[in-house]
C-alpha cells in the first residue's frame, strides 16, 4: 500500500546531490530551540538572514552559498539543523530507487519534514534571533525549504523578506498569503505555468517594487545547493548569479 504523495515534484525527488571538498567557514552551534544552527559572517548584526536548506541538511555547497551571501552583506546567515538530532535524507536511498523507499521518502516530507510543523520551528527561530535584538529578519529556502519559506512568509510573519530558490511542491495559493517583498528564482523543473501565477499575484502586492524574480530555463532543480555541481561552468555561473541577487534583494528588503 503506497504512502500519500506530499512532494509531487519528480525532479527534487530523483536528482541526486553532488559531493564537494568545500569547507564551509562558519561554526555550528546551538541558538534558540535548536541544538545545531550553521552560523556564518559576523558574530552579530542589527540584521540576519536565515536559510531553509533542503532534504539534505548541512551541506557544503548550501553553506558555501550561505558564506558567500554573509560576506556580500556583511550579515549573520543563520541555518538551522531543522532535521535534528541530524536526520537529513541520506546520500544512499537517494535517488529511490525501491517502492519501499519511495514511500519513505514521501512519509518523510509527511513526518520529520512536514512543511506546517517546521514553519513552527522557523517562527521559534526568528523569535529567538528578534529576542536577542536583531532588528530585521531575511530567510530564504531551497526546495523543500523553499515551501516551508513560503509558508512562514504570510500574516503575523516575523521576517521582512523572503526568497525562494528551485521550490519544490510550488503553490500559488501560498502566494497569495505572503504580506512581505518576495524572490522566487526557479529552474527548468518547476512549473512555469504556477511560477507565473505567482508572479502576477505578488506583482500585485504593497511591496511589489521590492520584489525580485529570474527563470533559470537552462538550469535544474538543486542547481544552488545540495545537488550543485560547482566544477561544471554553467552550474558556477548560475549559482553565483543567484545568491548576487540575493544579497541584492535583501539589500533592498531589510
Not at 553553506?63 to 560576506?71: E, K, P, V
Not at 513526518?111 to 510543523?117: D, E, F, G, N
Not at 518576495?182 to 518547476?190: G, H, L, N, Q
Request: proline fraction near 7%; include cysteine.
Amino acid at each position: 500500500m503506497s504512502t500519500t504523495v506530499h512532494n509531487t515534484n519528480q525532479a527534487c525527488c530523483s536528482i541526486p546531490p553532488v559531493q564537494s571538498d568545500y569547507q564551509p567557514k562558519g561554526t555550528i552551534k546551538p541558538l534558540g530551540d535548536f541544538k545545531r544552527v550553521y552560523v556564518t559572517g559576523p558574530p552579530k548584526s542589527e540584521n540576519a538572514i536565515v536559510c531553509v536548506y533542503d532534504i539534505f541538511g548541512f551541506f557544503p555547497q548550501t553553506q558555501q552559498g550561505a558564506d558567500m551571501l554573509s560576506s556580500a552583506l556583511k550579515t549573520t546567515v543563520y541555518m538551522p539543523d531543522f532535521f535534528e538530532p541530524g536526520d537529513p535524507w541520506t546520500f544512499d536511498r537517494f535517488p529511490p530507487k525501491t517502492q519501499g523507499d519511495k514511500d519513505a521518502l514521501q512519509k518523510f516530507f509527511g513526518t520529520v519534514a512536514s512543511p506546517p510543523a517546521n514553519v513552527k520551528k522557523l517562527a521559534s527561530f526568528g523569535q529567538a534571533l528578534k529576542s536577542e535584538g536583531v532588528q530585521k529578519l531575511g530567510v530564504y529556502g531551497f526546495c523543500w525549504g523553499g515551501k516551508v519559506t513560503m509558508l512562514g512568509s504570510g500574516e503575523s510573519t516575523l521576517f521582512n523578506a523572503a526568497a525562494i530558490v528551485h521550490p519544490a511542491m510550488l503553490s500559488v495559493e501560498d502566494a497569495q498569503k505572503i504580506t512581505i517583498p518576495f524572490a522566487i528564482y526557479v529552474s527548468k523543473d518547476e512549473s512555469i505555468d504556477e511560477y507565473n501565477k505567482i508572479l502576477d499575484v505578488v506583482s500585485k502586492k504593497p511591496f511589489a517594487a521590492k520584489n525580485d524574480h529570474k527563470n533559470y530555463s537552462h538550469m535544474f532543480h538543486g542547481w544552488a545547493a545540495a545537488r550543485a555541481d560547482l566544477k561544471n561552468e554553467d552550474n558556477k555561473q548560475a549559482f553565483d548569479d543567484v545568491y548576487g541577487r540575493l544579497a541584492e534583494f535583501f539589500k533592498k528588503g531589510l
